[in-house]
């Protein structure tokens, strides 16, 4: 078990204890500028060390270039100019891989590459042993709620992030095991390994066990979520991109992804991890407990639904049928053994090689030349120039 240096994590609230959400309406014209004002508001100065380093988690759902699936180039372009500024100048970008994502290629489809490179932003990679080490954690204030029993040797997570700042860039979307997806499930890239699948028949009681991990071993965490184009279906991957020009930011997890939450169609307290987590007292679920300042207000959130669905892919199915439908017993076999290759194979090959080419390029191509923040996108390269061989050829022709 690891050595953990003690942290005393920064909570910032109201007068009266409200944790604040900032939501400010955007721009591509305007988008930078609007990063920073979010993050005055949500006042990140307070909420972040200056006197360490502060570890930049971007999120790669799909190496392959969607709207609303990953890190948006400005979010990071923006951040990153406005922590500077705030005197955050120690900045490193932290990726992870998953079984079917690849990092490297992500930042290279999805623009991250000429904004790390701009700002001279080193990035190091969780899988990488040069980078950082994977150490058994146990937690200081009591047990795992499933941690533990899910992975009996130990919970191992990675030595880099102790004693940091994380400022987690998520975007808002739906997704197929949470309904949606924003902050929290921002951790479990980071802090669990390629196996941390094994996890999703209790994806919401994971996400409330990481959250605790990141109060005791983070000096400070803040979110920056973008909905300028958010996701709805079946995410986190195959979804319909609708553009809503809006950024969140807080400090607490839980108020962020309530906000969140409750944007796209859900009851905050419905969602399991978030009222997990209100419960236990790691962050606000409730919206009266919530104070959103900026361009929106507490009651223009409780009084917003985006109507977005979740709904169904072809892979979504096959995981829902062995995770949580009849074939669950034989989950640890077919997802904890060898076989489970055979399900990433599909996966890949579905995602990547039948349902990209054969529908995605097209809301792609949509997006980049029919949204003005598609054009923005493009301001920061085209990625299939870039690398236009393979399934890169199959980008559809504008007539």
């Not at 061989?389 to 980008?395: E, F, N, Q, V």
Request: proline letters at 6%; a neutral charge.
């Amino acid at each position: 078990m690891s050595d953990t240096p003690d942290v005393t994590h920064i909570d910032v609230t109201t007068s009266d204890g409200k944790s604040i959400v900032a939501a400010v309406r955007t721009s591509p014209e305007t988008v930078i500028e609007d990063y920073a004002r979010l993050l005055d508001i949500a006042r990140v100065s307070e909420a972040l060390r200056p006197d360490t380093t502060t570890i930049l988690k971007n999120n790669i759902s799909w190496h392959m270039l969607y709207p609303s699936a990953n890190t948006t180039p400005w979010q990071i372009e923006g951040v990153t100019r406005k922590l500077r500024d705030e005197g955050f100048d120690d900045l490193v970008v932290v990726e992870n891989r998953t079984v079917v994502t690849q990092a490297r290629k992500g930042e290279r489809l999805n623009n991250f590459t000429p904004v790390h490179e701009k700002y001279r932003l080193p990035v190091r990679y969780n899988f990488n042993p040069a980078d950082m080490r994977w150490v058994t954690y146990e937690p200081k204030s009591g047990p795992f709620l499933v941690l533990d029993k899910v992975f009996p040797k130990g919970v191992r997570i990675p030595d880099y992030f102790f004693g940091k700042n994380v400022v987690h860039l998520p975007t808002v979307k739906t997704h197929i095991y949470t309904d949606y997806t924003c902050a929290l499930k921002n951790a479990f890239g980071g802090l669990l390994d390629k196996t941390r699948h094994y996890t999703h028949s209790v994806i919401h009681e994971t996400l409330v066990d990481l959250l605790r991990v990141q109060k005791e071993i983070q000096a400070g965490t803040f979110a920056v979520a973008d909905a300028t184009t958010a996701g709805s279906g079946p995410g986190p991957r195959t979804m319909t991109p609708v553009v809503k020009n809006l950024l969140l930011a807080s400090n607490d997890q839980v108020a962020i992804d309530a906000v969140a939450a409750k944007l796209i169609g859900f009851d905050p307290m419905d969602v399991k991890c978030i009222r997990l987590a209100h419960e236990a007292g790691l962050g606000k679920g409730r919206l009266d407990e919530i104070e959103v300042l900026g361009d929106l207000d507490t009651a223009e959130v409780k009084n917003t639904n985006w109507d977005f669905v979740v709904g169904d892919n072809a892979a979504s199915k096959v995981g829902d049928f062995f995770w949580f439908g009849p074939m669950k017993p034989l989950a640890k076999l077919m997802f904890q053994t060898p076989m489970v290759n055979a399900f990433i194979m599909g996966s890949f090959v579905y995602h990547d090689y039948i349902w990209y080419p054969l529908q995605g390029r097209k809301v792609v191509d949509r997006w980049l030349h029919d949204t003005e923040w598609g054009k923005l996108f493009l301001r920061y390269g085209d990625p299939f120039e870039k690398k236009a061989r393979g399934l890169a050829r199959l980008r559809p022709r504008r007539a």
